[in-house]
């Protein structure tokens, strides 16, 4: 089973930047890849950004300019940095663990960890 644990999140004004953290625990030699998310109110879950267990990474189009993922394999931590954030981006965010050689929906998912932006 693998563990995540994401935390960063906070409140920031507009046109500030946050780095979030999802640290992996468990077994974490199961992980494909892992992926950040984000939830804002009334809305549905939207992929924000995917690193895989050998470095790549992918960001949604949306937010591009304005995000990037990384890992720490030492410290099985992946991070979410956004930088000139709007109040568009106020949403829970949540990490979330593919695992290898199981559906989807096997995965692990963290508990979120909140982001607000003030205009």
């Known amino acids: 089973q693998v563990h995540l644990a994401e935390s960063g999140g906070g409140l920031v004004q507009a046109g500030g930047s946050l780095k979030l953290s999802c640290a992996a625990s468990?077994?974490?030699?199961?992980?494909?890849?892992i992926a950040w998310y984000r939830q804002a109110p009334g809305n549905q879950r939207e992929l924000v950004a995917t690193i895989t267990n050998d470095g790549r990474a992918d960001v949604a189009h949306s937010v591009k300019a304005r995000v990037t993922i990384s890992r720490d394999s030492a410290k099985n931590t992946v991070y979410l940095q956004i930088s000139s954030l709007k109040p568009e981006d106020t949403a829970v965010y949540y990490c979330?663990?593919?695992?290898?050689?199981?559906?989807?929906?096997?995965?692990?998912w963290g508990r979120g960890t909140q982001v607000t932006v003030s205009s």
């Open positions: 468990g077994n974490t030699w199961s992980i494909n890849h």
């Open positions: 979330f663990a593919d695992l290898i050689g199981k559906p989807t929906e096997f995965g692990s």
